[in-house]
């Protein structure tokens, strides 16, 4: 007869298989218990957490695998609340004072675009009375001011402007309209 030892096993082979225990084996717990060196009880000890660790890790993996796919109304509910926070997340985003003063700052090249004398240009800030901002649908900022600016004849005149701008979903703007 041969004996194995691994790791968590110490059985005895015979030619025939698995044959009776050893004596070490079929010694009452106590006296083994007694008998045992301190790498045999961390063997020991190592053993029983190893097959903790694997049937929780087994246990997770079940789980898993066996939990029902969601129903297609579960998945609609999903994506509809995916889409509302997205888009109330859009409205946010348009609504905030910083992209509002962007505008007014984006709005100012499509107007020194469309006058006599473009470098003579001045804008107020976007806090200044006269000027207002107000966000349409689509995240679309109605920008309504005045530019200071030297006309054909060299004199400086002030002039309204109305300007629309918007906020791409790429965070970039375009002109929607402009009117002196």
Not at 54 to 77: D, F, K, M, S, Y
Request: proline share 6%; with cysteine; charged share 20%.
């Amino acid at each position: 007869m041969r004996e194995a030892e691994g790791f968590c096993m110490s059985t005895t082979f015979g030619q025939r298989g698995i044959e009776r225990p050893t004596e070490a084996v079929a010694q009452p717990v106590k006296q083994r218990r007694e008998s045992m060196t301190p790498r045999d009880k961390r063997v020991i000890v190592g053993c029983i957490n190893a097959t903790w660790i694997t049937l929780l890790i087994g246990g997770i993996i079940v789980w898993r695998l066996t939990a029902p796919p969601p129903t297609a109304a579960e998945i609609a509910q999903q994506n509809a609340v995916a889409v509302a926070e997205a888009t109330q997340a859009r409205a946010d985003e348009c609504r905030s004072v910083s992209n509002a003063n962007l505008a007014f700052v984006m709005a100012q090249d499509p107007v020194r675009s469309r006058l006599k004398s473009p470098s003579t240009a001045s804008f107020p800030w976007a806090d200044d009375p006269l000027v207002s901002i107000t966000t349409k649908r689509n995240c679309v900022f109605h920008v309504e001011g005045y530019v200071d600016a030297m006309n054909g004849f060299g004199a400086t005149i002030r002039t309204r402007f109305i300007a629309d701008m918007r906020l791409n979903e790429d965070a970039t703007w375009s002109l929607v309209e402009v009117d002196l």
